[in-house]
């Protein structure tokens, strides 16, 4: 993990927030997680369910705001919900906030966004991210496996070079939130990539740190 980073999920930890930090650029060229739903077969139970799908009882249920454990034949069932969406035309932080049964404070948090502006095609975390300290014992391996994902996938989020971890040491076990970059083509300048994207400006050159309005083509610049 770079040292800003470390820095940004220290100060998140601290202001107790859930989310936290680490700005990976992309481009925006996304697959979404996805509810997976299945169609629940005769003879299926929740228990049989939660077995085969790797997920508990209590978990089904909360997704699928059930308040027994009755579950019918034909019917749809959530088995694992969404952590992150990719932004389609027409999105807003309230509708997104309405549709995954959250608010836009939190989305905002959780994707460390200081201003209310979304762009087509980035990528948006629809639940907290989740993060622990590494405690005596731990290895990838065995974080990997709680948190039922890969050493690979662990390593990508935590933006890690080797399986080596320490004791102490702040940990993504799921999506952190990314940051939406693009790159500038020829002709752009940051008053027309302002209008193009809803922004200012202003707010461009302070997301990017820039000391003056010259742009380059083939530059990155930050939107979030």
Do not use: C
């Not at 807003?92 to 989305?107: P, R």
């Not at 193009?196 to 202003?202: E, I, L, N, W």
């Amino acid at each position: 993990m770079k040292k800003h980073q470390r820095a940004l999920l220290a100060l998140a930890i601290t202001l107790g927030l859930s989310g936290a930090l680490g700005f990976s650029s992309y481009e925006p060229a996304f697959a979404a997680s996805t509810n997976k739903v299945i169609t629940i077969k005769k003879g299926d139970t929740l228990y049989s369910l939660s077995k085969k799908y790797n997920v508990t009882i209590d978990e089904l249920k909360k997704m699928n705001d059930l308040t027994s454990s009755k579950i019918i034949a034909g019917e749809k069932l959530i088995i694992k919900e969404a952590t992150d969406i990719v932004v389609k035309k027409g999105d807003t932080l309230y509708s997104l906030a309405k549709t995954h049964g959250t608010t836009v404070k939190m989305l905002k948090e959780w994707n460390l966004l200081a201003y209310d502006n979304i762009y087509t095609g980035q990528k948006l975390l629809v639940k907290a991210p989740v993060i622990m300290e590494v405690k005596k014992g731990d290895t990838l391996y065995s974080l990997a496996k709680k948190a039922n994902t890969s050493i690979e996938q662990l390593k990508d989020w935590n933006h890690l070079t080797s399986d080596t971890i320490k004791v102490g040491q702040k940990l993504y076990l799921s999506p952190p939130p990314e940051s939406f970059t693009i790159t500038v083509k020829k002709g752009d300048t940051l008053y027309s990539l302002s209008k193009k994207y809803g922004t200012s400006v202003a707010v461009l050159k302070e997301l990017n740190e820039l000391s003056s309005n010259t742009i380059y083509s083939g530059q990155k610049l930050r939107l979030n």
